[in-house]
């Protein structure tokens, strides 16, 4: 049966020399008198019930390592005594008195179910005016309906050519770097500071809406307060004849879009949306 391992060569000025005794399968001495058991029961100074002489002396600790010998010795005792004389305490007793102190405790996890990728950070780069028409050649004009700013699709000649509207497109760069042909822009009607932006309507369901809103400088916007200003500028078809969509940065899938008709509100529609006109025609200014 294996001891546990003797600590003598720690220094212990304040411990008793009897310590060792309790590291042991039993008292010194005992081995050689288990043979003569009346020798045994009638010495003085034993316990009459275990057979057990045990001599337990404490004193003030003065450092870490005595306290938890004198700590381990005490246990040990008491686990003698509980067992009494014909049981000893051994390697397994050991064992399952450091279980009862060192307790595993079980580490709670949780598996995510889905990801979601970090939010993206908007810098401004630079800005351009320009002329913007959808695929039937009609232009924006501003229209204000009860004191709120809209925007119109209408084929302009002549001298109402001087209602169309003017936008300042205000080019992004994305942070982390984003692949692809899309380019993130805010759309302004110059010399007005209103810019489109894309809202999830109260009063519909949630659908987005597009919306102008007055800002006195688009480039102090920053964080998630940019984000229902940015679209994602597409270029679609040949060199020859290519057109440009607006996706909503905040709502994928949904488009800055026109009606087949004339005096219609410019306004956002689902990808699905075959009738309205997603495609523009963007031209610089003179």
Avoid at 22 to 42: E, T
Avoid at 225 to 232: G, K, S, V, Y
Avoid at 237 to 246: A, K, M
Avoid at 252 to 266: A, M
Wanted: net charge negative; hydrophobic share 35%.
């Amino acid at each position: 049966m294996a001891l546990v391992p003797d600590l003598s060569s720690i220094p212990m000025e304040s411990c008793s020399g009897d310590d060792e005794m309790f590291y042991s399968d039993s008292p010194p001495g005992m081995k050689d008198s288990m043979k003569d058991d009346s020798q045994w029961h009638s010495h003085p100074g034993h316990c009459s019930q275990y057979n057990l002489d045990i001599h337990l002396q404490i004193t003030q600790a003065k450092g870490s390592l005595q306290s938890f010998k004198k700590a381990v010795i005490l246990v040990v005792a008491v686990e003698k005594l509980k067992r009494g004389k014909e049981t000893f305490f051994g390697d397994a007793d050991l064992l399952g008195l450091l279980d009862s102190i060192f307790v595993e405790e079980e580490i709670a996890f949780s598996r995510a179910k889905e990801t979601h990728a970090s939010a993206t950070t908007y810098r401004y780069q630079r800005a351009t005016n320009c002329r913007i028409k959808d695929a039937s050649n009609k232009c924006f004009v501003l229209q204000r309906f009860h004191g709120n700013a809209q925007l119109v699709a209408l084929q302009l000649q002549g001298a109402n050519i001087q209602r169309e509207e003017k936008v300042s497109m205000a080019f992004y760069a994305t942070q982390p770097l984003q692949g692809g042909s899309k380019r993130p822009v805010a759309l302004g009607l110059v010399g007005k500071n209103l810019y489109l932006s894309c809202i999830a309507a109260e009063n519909d369901q949630g659908s987005p809406q597009l919306y102008l809103e007055e800002i006195s400088n688009i480039k102090d916007v920053k964080g998630e307060d940019l984000n229902r200003f940015i679209f994602m500028k597409s270029q679609n078809g040949l060199s020859e004849s290519t057109t440009h969509s607006f996706e909503s940065a905040t709502f994928p899938g949904w488009y800055i879009s026109t009606s087949q008709k004339e005096n219609e509100l410019v306004q956002m529609v689902h990808q699905k949306n075959q009738a309205a006109i997603k495609d523009f025609n963007i031209f610089p200014t003179v």
